[in-house]
């Protein structure tokens, strides 16, 4: 069994992880850690636990073989800094922190994006995992650049759920304000764009065009929708980029490739990421889709552990969708 | 043209009042008064005004005819403490403050249910708007109280759009929360119970039974639905108890009897009050159905004062519905 | 392993039980049978099954071990007069044909409300799965009934998402209606009322009270929410009433009394039964949430099915809830 | 008064052309034409309305000053054929027969945009009502085209409303799938292009570069949302391409450029149209939103219908917004 422990543990992401690793085969959770909640039963806070487990938020960690992030953005270093952690221990950071500054304190971080990283993931003692949108995106295109085939501007627009914004309540998830809305925020300037771009040229894109990338805030509470095109010169005829992208993520257990379109809901509540792929007016157009909070973050970060650990890929994360 | 001031200018039902007042033919609105945002454009706050008003929130009233109080519930009485209202100047108040309690400072406050108080409104100096969840359920019972019907308990359980909790985030109106959600809060115990008591009462039911009123959160943002219950003995037949209410209610230009089922979209965005009676083992049924932002708060306040002024009841008050 | 053949196969509740049944380990699906849509693959109509089955539809079944009616209400009856099912193959209908009405073709079905019924279910060959409404609503009585504590009328209103009504698409669940929509159907007259008054009766409560029962649709997918009170005399003290609660429900793995007050999401996309018990104005008032698709109808299905073939209750049931 | 009659009178836009006729001060409606519905009361059908009209389908019109074509897409030809319409009577089209093919029956349509052509729809006797998405996607770049300013591929998303895919139930609008999820249709080869393009052009901007539409089904009922960019060479400076969209839209009463990001609420159950603008990254993006019954059908035929008469453009269309 592994020791798990979770660091920031009353938020969205430490909430996903649970539900996770509570029906995980080869985890022992020996901690929940919160500053704010010592004491309280995790199924208080996180209620849907409720008859799941027993755990108490505790203040620090006892012997993990592995320690999750779930902090805010930014305070993986800190918390990296005020605590003593054993080098034995693997850390995989669901923050932005070391995705494109991956080494810190003797401590270097793979980027975690299992369809791209895989073998480098397997020895790994850290793990960055990649963020929601930017997953989305990077699955889309990941093909293609893994054949230095993007060349010219890419076009996206990505509506996300409201758990990509956490869990404290603010303007904007407000319900009075979310629901029947639609908005954009950050147009061309998201933060996701500098792991994209470095995730797309380390694939073997080394030139990388612009990417124009406009997110958008969504009324649901989970997934991601990307709707991505590029202007497509035909060098490889549009059946063989079909089997590209197959081929590609052949070995991947959680990335498909639909025939038909597809619609956000058929991958809500589970690890998977879907691809439809078509071609018009000069440009092809990949839509992409995933739940943020698993295959955008505690279930990307189990599927890492899971390589890890020498584990199947899979092992805990054959969930069962939401469909409706 | 009636001089309005409305105090508490950045809140929801301030927001609602200046969307319908500032299409009322009768209407001048002089200030729009708001500790926080003193010289902010309204339309700054209330987004949806935008190329609808120029106006900008104001520390203090000038010359008004009449003030809508539209700050928190038990701050009334501290405004009209800390102001010198002139005696000639009118009052609504859309809190609770004097729903019960009627009597403040010299001012005497009317209940301002229209539908029973049109007269004693027509001339009152002082108007205490009724409460959302009590308007939706004195409609539902007002006729059978006015003839004294109301013998047995009355059960009600009514959901309400998430505007009435008004604009302050929070846990309960997080838009993760909320959206495809449901729940109760202070079942049996809800603040309105005493004014929805009262005015059964002063319609002509002495005695009333107790009244079972369990209040639900609903995954939507506007409106309330009550579904109201009693026995019925059949001391008067069914066919007139319809008749009972399609009497009732003849004069009001905003309560209708419908004979098929009803649902709550067929009120949203309007002042009306939509009812439906059946009769089904023993026990008549009751369902009611209003906006809580308009009937049940601004739009009210609006009939209110249009009475008070000596206006045609519906004046800026014909809106068109949401529907969808 | 287990044969499974599911008949009715593109429906909901068949859906249901595929995304559930493809995890589960004791389980091999020979068969999903469509008189619709024999040769197209499953995963084209339940389409979030891309990429966890290339199961196709198929006319009949072979040689299941059990077989699931995923069949229009009404329709079990047909299917067992048209097909030669032999003695030794179970069966689990979804359907509501012989919740009432028990012997049909020489075959005598269990009512399959695990909680009530686990021991007979062990043994049973046929079992009729509960309807949604009534799970709802019965786990909320059961341990009262069982006392025979149900002595004064029960009222109940219970609100139910979309997917209740089925996959035809009609005026009720058209999205333009729906959302943001709440209204009530069937009320006092719901058919559920037989077999949640046959069930607390056999359970203990002889002379079962009035239960007026009023039926709400709700603007969600997934998820009923009852909200269900009774006249409470005091013979049994209120922490012996929780304690009644827990031990009824001790030997259950999916049913938890909350101590703090329940929303529906927290069971949403599990299989448990949450309730949650207050006591008000001489009443007990209990709130008893449910998954419709899961515990309401294909998850339950399922947990008989474990009890049925000796497994432990909970195989393939311990699932990651949506939480949001 | 102007006598209006109202043909395919049960649909979506027909009923929202009631909402607003019904309290436009100068006009009488004569008729509402259903094929289906002859006898029935109106708000038996636009259940909303009840209590606002006692108005009953009819087989056919009398003499009306106007009619409104709500008809299917293509039905319009043949309702013209099939009734004889005195050449005294305007007619407003909404559907889209007539916006690319203006000319039938010896009558000739003006495409009703009132923004571009509202001199020409003075005078007009037909009008060819536009898009909902071309409304919304047209109003974002009119300015620039109106200066021969696209010079580059445009680049949109727009995301729309349920109501936009009509009042028959089907399987993209059933709540059970669309409610929380996202979906694309018909990218690139959107109906509504053809229609842009000829007003781009007709505005001024004669070479017309491509147009790059992805259409999305939006999880809300009311609304389209549409972003907008295209590469921007600084030929004019930023301050002044505000300018001229102010200019452009300034004597236009429903069309506002927003200082601050828009969200899609702030228009819906208005007839106005929002416009915000930034400069990112070498392009300028424009977002854009319209209610898509409202501005994007039967607002719009509202307005054109007070141009053609004479009246004040905004008479009967000073809607109060919905805002939540």
């Known amino acids: 069994m592994i020791n798990v422990s979770i660091a920031g543990g009353t938020g969205y992401t430490a909430g996903e992880l649970l539900r996770i690793l509570l029906h995980h085969p080869e985890v022992n959770i020996e901690s929940v850690i919160s500053t704010t909640s010592v004491g309280t039963p995790v199924a208080e806070i996180h209620r849907d636990l409720l008859g799941d487990t027993n755990l108490v938020f ?171 095109y590029t202007k497509w010169n035909g060098s490889l005829p549009e059946p063989e980029v079909i089997d590209l992208y197959k081929g590609y993520y052949r070995s991947s257990p959680f990335v498909f490739i639909s025939q038909q379109a597809i619609s956000l809901k058929e991958v809500v509540n589970t690890n998977k990421g879907l691809l439809h792929i078509e071609f018009h007016n000069g440009y092809i157009h990949i839509t992409s889709i995933i739940d943020n909070l698993v295959k955008g973050a505690s279930g990307q970060a189990v599927q890492n552990m899971n390589l890890m650990f020498g584990l199947d890929e899979t092992t805990g994360l054959r969930l069962k969708g939401n469909a409706f």
Do not use: W
């Not at 221990?89 to 971080?109: E, S, T």
């Not at 925020?185 to 998201?190: L, N, V, W």
């Not at 933060?191 to 406009?214: C, D, M, R």
């Open 58 to 228: 505790s203040e620090t960690f006892h012997q993990p073989d592995v320690i999750f992030l779930c902090l805010g953005h930014g305070l993986s270093r800190a918390f990296l800094s005020d605590n003593n952690i054993p080098s034995s221990c693997r850390i995989i950071d669901l923050g932005n922190d070391f995705r494109n500054n991956p080494v810190f304190n003797n401590r270097h971080f793979v980027f975690g994006l299992c369809e791209q990283n895989r073998e480098q993931i397997r020895t790994a003692m850290n793990v960055a995992n990649p963020g929601c949108f930017a997953t989305t995106i990077m699955l889309a295109l990941l093909p293609l650049a893994s054949r230095n085939l993007l060349k010219e501007e890419i076009h996206v627009h990505a509506i996300t759920g409201s758990t990509g914004a956490g869990k404290k309540p603010g303007d904007t998830t407000h319900f009075s304000y979310r629901d029947n809305n639609i908005s954009v925020y950050k147009p061309f300037t998201h933060q996701h764009l500098e792991e994209i771009g470095n995730t797309l040229k380390s694939a073997g894109n080394n030139n990388l065009p612009q990417v124009n990338f406009v997110p958008m805030r969504g009324d649901f509470t989970r997934g991601i929708f990307a709707s991505v």
